[in-house]
């Protein structure tokens, strides 16, 4: 597990859900290493890569409800190869997830701009 401050972060993700007018369900985060996220992405997905994040969503109206899987070793790399400190690049990602639970898609360049804008959004909230 990664060592973060839970009620901090709880408390973040919530005021960025509520600030797309969501509230926040029954979220869980599972914390892997690569070796299982490719797994799942093999599995649920038909994907035979590695990435930091997978989000499936379980959302019922308003309520954010889902699963959330991220891979330590690639926040770790990512971290690394941006020159960010792990801490927030694991930010970044847990925030990432929410926000595709918002709604907020990131397949194309013009969506990963809007996640990317929402993202910086929503970390400045957490540095308050």
């Excluded at 060592?3 to 509230?23: M, Q, T």
């Excluded at 029954?26 to 299982?36: G, K, N």
């Excluded at 190869?81 to 801490?87: A, E, M």
């Excluded at 918002?102 to 929503?122: F, L, T, V």
Aim: net charge negative.
């Amino acid at each position: 597990m990664p060592s973060l401050d839970y009620e901090a972060v709880r408390a973040w993700i919530a005021a960025v859900a509520e600030s797309y007018g969501r509230s926040v369900g029954d979220v869980a985060y599972v914390f892997c290493d690569d070796e299982e996220m490719l797994r799942v992405n093999r599995a649920f997905l038909n994907h035979d890569y590695y990435t930091d994040i997978i989000t499936f969503s379980r959302d019922e109206g308003r309520i954010l409800s889902g699963d959330i899987i991220i891979s330590l070793d690639t926040v770790r790399s990512n971290a690394e190869g941006l020159g960010v400190s792990y801490d927030a690049e694991l930010h970044r990602v847990i925030i990432h997830g929410i926000l595709h639970l918002c709604g907020i898609n990131d397949k194309s360049p013009e969506e990963r701009a809007q996640m990317e804008a929402a993202e910086n959004k929503a970390l400045a909230l957490l540095a308050k």
